[in-house]
């Protein structure tokens, strides 16, 4: 997700408007692992999705605000946004597939 939104960010590098929220929507998608080692008991119990969550929640944070200063929603916030909401759920159902997981062990071992 990273690499494509990052990548979407250097082909519009000429529209000053889309690539600064096409990082800064890159950069809160990096955000779920940090926080999933965050040591707080409450988001530990809640597991995966909790961490998941706090994501999603920062990205609706920031459509927010810039919606608020515009008074309307920027479409590079738009897609970007729908493209991290429906990647979620893609990437945990691709990570439960015997595929990943073989691929995956051959990269830990």
């Known amino acids: 997700m990273f690499a494509l ?3 979407a960010a ?3 590098r000429r529209r000053g ?4 929220r096409l990082m800064l929507l890159a950069c809160v998608g990096l955000l779920t692992a ?3 080692r ?4 409450l988001l530990q119990q809640g597991g ?4 998941f969550l706090i ?3 920062l990205v609706l944070a920031c459509v927010a605000w810039d919606t608020i200063a515009r008074r309307r929603l920027h479409p590079a916030f738009a897609w970007g946004a729908a493209l991290v909401a429906v990647s979620r759920p893609l990437r945990l159902a691709l990570s439960q597939t015997s595929q990943w997981q073989a691929f ?3 990269l830990a071992g």
């Open 55 to 57: 994501t999603a929640a």
């Open 48 to 51: 995966m999705v909790a961490f």
């Open 5 to 7: 939104l990052v990548g």
């Open 34 to 36: 940090p926080i999933a």
């Open 38 to 41: 965050i040591p707080l008991p």
């Open 10 to 12: 250097l082909w519009f």
């Open 104 to 106: 995956a062990s051959r």
């Open 17 to 20: 408007d889309i690539p600064k």
